[in-house]
């Protein structure tokens, strides 16, 4: 969703939430039940940017629709509890029927919405390791949340390892797997006619990310990620990150910049023997925060985040 919107909702204004030391909790309860709460209040909107893909804020994650004369396909699906509303700015988008959803990575704010989707008449794809997650229990430490299995409609039925290429609305819609990076499911979504490029968590455009070790994320992977999308895509490429505004090559630039420096430097004082407490008060990220540091995660939590995969 939007900062505003979020930070509204939330009352999110100083600390970051993700666990750990303890006084980086803004709230005593997990940030996922905030988040869940916030996607409820939140209204959502649309960014329409071009060949009939539009981008839908205002459910966790942000969501890709691509509308045309064979119907609509969805990248992620949000948070369940936004359904009605997601529902409305579909069908403000196209009256055709949904056809085809892709989903990016497993966490909650881009695929707890499977359900609903798929009983609208969905299809799911996803890289297989997102469907074994969405199957299984998993326990993320650091949101101190166990999430439970999906019910057996949200959970993907076209699956892939390395790349996927999918003919729709005329055209040729290319998924690729990125390795282990945010998580260890996580994929990029390519429309190449409309040169669109959907990247979901390796990107959160103005902010730091979340790096989930409890489901096979790594800061080096993100920093792969990173430095792969900056390749992969042109000058004129449109990019839906996770989180954030609509971005383009140079704001991907500037993320992966941020992501290498603050791991140099967290990684060299890690390499010298400094202790966790010791590198935070460092503040090995204090040259972006003013930038990167004004939503859910600050600087001192990921600083933390970093260390922990440096």
Known sequence: MTRRNFLAATGILTAGIIAFPRELFAHNTSPVI????AAGKSPVSITKLKGGISMIEGSGGNIGVFAGSNGKLMVDAGIEVSKDKIR???AE?????????INTHWHFDHESGN?????????IIAQEKSKANLMKTIRVEDWDYTFKPLPQGGIPTILFKDEHHLKFNNEDILMN???PAHTDCDISVYFPHADVIHVADTFWNGYYPFIDYSSGGTIKGTIAAAVSNVKKIGSKTIVIPG?????DREQLIQFS???QEVYHKVATLKAQGKSLKEVVASKPTSRYD???GNFVIKGDTFAYLVYKGA
């Open 115 to 123: 359900s609903w989707v798929h009983q609208d008449g969905a299809t």
């Open 290 to 292: 003013p930038k990167f």
């Open 34 to 37: 905030t988040i869940k709460n």
């Open 243 to 247: 989180h954030g505004p609509v971005g």
């Open 88 to 90: 409305k700015a579909m």
């Open 93 to 101: 988008l196209s009256s055709k029927p949904l056809k085809y959803l």
């Open 257 to 259: 910049d941020m992501l």
């Open 177 to 179: 797997y990125y390795g």
